[in-house]
């Protein structure tokens, strides 16, 4: 018989048997009213500029502000290896979250001050680890657990994105096949993240996958994704089989509408956007 011995801290065993703050709320057009649950894994894919850090930022906004400015009051561990101006866009999202809060809010008012004073405390709960190579990486990932054990109110990891370095990867020898490269990077992802029951989202450019058929899984299959969200421009889409049965917006030029395909195990939605300075703006 195969035992396996572990041996953990009190401050480890606590953090493991404490919940996370909820992430209920977080998107429910595309997660559901109950938002991700605990160790859940998003993949975001599409090709460039189809907006998958633009959604993980987002993401990233609502979750952290406070809940009077119109979000969830939650911390977010953000991984970041394509380096697409976050800090820039991220605070460009909050004050946009925050003005479509108040004009959804009859007698609510904020000004320039209070936009600046709420942003700081949003930016309180944000961990951005930056990485510039393969080494950086893994070192961020194997430090997860003992970062998540000193911050209990993280909730979520984001990795924008996870496969940035395969280039590098594989001239140095390293696995040859995108689809086992991203096995083994999530396995060393969910290895420390698991068992302090925190979700994990991750981007991938959509041509990042052997020919073979599709990685996604059941729920309860290790390594494979809890939620598959896949970005097109609606001109590809259009041309495949697309199960929402819409027509396009009249008056919005086809080169600006996208298509979010979602698929769990309990079912497919297709939901379409645009952008806007804002960000993503759902139709």
């Known amino acids: 018989m195969d035992y396996q011995i572990r041996a953990e801290s009190g401050r480890q065993l606590l953090a493991r048997l404490s919940s996370r703050p909820s992430l209920k709320g977080l998107d429910e057009r595309l997660l559901g009213p109950d938002g991700p649950a605990p160790q859940d894994v998003i993949e975001i894919v599409g ?11 987002q993401w990233v906004a609502r979750a952290i502000l406070s ?18 101006q976050p800090l820039f866009m991220l605070i460009q999202y909050l004050q946009a979250r925050m003005k479509s809060f108040v004009a959804q ?4 008012k904020l000004n320039s001050s209070l936009i600046e004073t709420s942003i700081k405390d949003a930016l309180k709960r944000l961990t ?13 990932l194997l430090a997860l657990d003992t970062i998540l054990v000193s911050k209990p109110q993280i909730s979520m990891v984001v990795v924008d994105s996870l496969p ?10 390293g696995l040859q096949h995108m689809d086992s490269y991203l096995r083994q990077m999530l396995s060393a992802l969910q290895k420390s993240t698991r068992a302090h029951k925190v979700t994990v989202a991750f981007t991938r450019p959509s041509y990042f ?15 494979a994704s809890t939620v598959f969200i896949n970005l097109n421009r ?34 497919l939605r297709v939901h379409r956007y645009h952008f806007t300075k804002d960000g993503i703006v759902w139709l």
Request: aromatic share 8%; with cysteine; hydrophobic share 30%.
């Open 47 to 57: 090709e460039n500029s189809v907006g998958k850090s633009v959604l993980a930022l």
């Open 128 to 140: 951005i680890i930056n990485v510039y190579d393969s080494t950086s990486l893994y070192t961020a």
């Open 67 to 84: 809940p009077p400015r119109g979000g969830l009051g939650v911390e977010i561990l953000l991984i970041d290896a394509d380096h697409h």
């Open 209 to 223: 996958q052997s020919a073979a058929p599709s990685r996604f899984r059941s729920k309860d299959d290790s390594g």
């Open 105 to 108: 809010t009859p007698g609510l």
């Open 164 to 173: 940035a370095f395969y280039w590098a990867d594989r001239l140095s020898g």
């Open 234 to 267: 609606f001109e590809d889409e259009a041309s495949e089989n697309n199960t929402s049965g819409k027509q396009p917006v009249q008056g919005m030029k086809l080169t600006n509408l996208y298509c979010a395909t979602v698929r769990t195990p309990q079912g």
